[in-house]
């Protein structure tokens, strides 16, 4: 029997990606779409006009108020706006819900596991015994960086990385950045970008010490976050056992959502690109290309992932695979 979820935030474009991915999944089933007053009551095609490919899986189904008392599902997928979930959420947690949020505010805590589930799964057993919890997927700007990382430091240690990322204007939602802003233009990220891909990376990666210096740039582009990155590794074991690492990368945790290969290693020099290599593993790969010496550190390449399925909505829904076959659900 699948489990029944319920998604918070079903009417926006992250909620929307949580009903494409789920609508024939094989261990959950979307049994409640929850919004606000304002969507509560109405049928889910006419609270929100489908903006992502293909039809609306479940166009008729009623929207529900986005409260506690009234989700039934124990397991709810979090598509809210921050300011929202940093007072929806703790709510649905302290009333006996598992919460798989895409939002910012609980990231950090200390008690909120922080995953990717095929570099940190063991930080889901924080979860273990506990009725209701939080359960947080990271910024969708470094997912593929943070990725790319994690064989390397699992083998010869990463001490520092300078970075930049070319962040897809989907990342705004909808309808996001205006066309005026955007068209013939890229502009620095106005938000926190650049301080949650510095932080959230040593914490998924148990690596305190790690330093990160990042720089994060909106460009128009729809899909796919594409990260320039040069990575000091603390011993330098040349660039074939790295390209060997990162090609050969998996989880440990056989998961629907987890494709194999992970890592895509690309050989052109003018790969990745967006609207090539976004798409690999059903949007949840990770594509890398141009692994070269780097002329200050160890190793410098290019990494890129979908920014809206591994980076966020994809990425939620591994995380409650991954829960699901360790039994924490």
Not at 312 to 322: F, I, S, T
Request: net charge neutral.
């Amino acid at each position: 029997m699948k489990v029944d979820v319920a998604i918070l935030g079903a009417t926006g474009m992250v909620g929307q990606r949580f009903v494409q991915l789920l609508s024939d999944h094989p261990v959950f089933r979307v049994a409640e779409l929850c919004a606000s007053e304002r969507s509560a009551g109405r049928r889910y095609e006419d609270a929100a006009p489908w903006r992502l490919g293909g039809d609306n899986p479940m166009g008729g189904h009623e929207v529900r108020l986005c409260e506690p008392g009234a989700v039934r599902s124990r397991v709810v997928f979090s598509a809210l706006d921050s300011g929202v979930a940093r007072t929806l959420e703790p709510a649905f947690r302290d009333a006996g819900h598992v919460v798989l949020t895409n939002a910012s505010p609980f990231r950090m805590a200390p008690e909120v596991p922080l995953l990717i589930p095929e570099v940190n799964p063991e930080h889901a057993e924080w979860v273990r015994g506990k009725q209701g919890y939080i359960v947080a997927n990271p910024n969708c700007t470094h997912q593929a960086l943070t990725l790319a990382l994690a064989p390397l430091h699992r083998r010869w240690g990463v001490t520092g990385v300078a970075c930049a990322s070319y962040q897809a204007v989907s990342g705004a939602g909808y309808p996001g950045e205006s066309a005026w802003d955007m068209l013939g233009n890229v502009h620095p990220h106005a938000g926190d970008e650049e301080e949650k891909v510095a932080s959230e990376p040593k914490k998924i990666l148990d690596a305190p010490d790690l330093r990160i210096s990042a720089r994060c740039v909106r460009v128009p582009v729809s899909d796919g976050h594409l990260v320039a990155a040069q990575v000091q590794l603390a011993e330098d074991p040349g660039l074939d056992a790295i390209t060997e690492a990162l090609g050969r990368f998996v989880g440990p945790y056989v998961l629907h959502s987890s494709p194999r290969p992970l890592i895509h290693v690309l050989a052109g020099r003018d790969r990745p690109q967006p609207r090539l290599d976004a798409d690999r593993g059903g949007g949840m790969a990770v594509s890398v290309g141009r692994i070269e010496r780097c002329e200050l550190f160890t190793v410098k390449f290019f990494a890129l992932a979908h920014n809206a399925v591994r980076g966020a909505a994809g990425g939620a829904v591994a995380n409650a695979e991954l829960l699901a076959a360790k039994g924490l659900l």
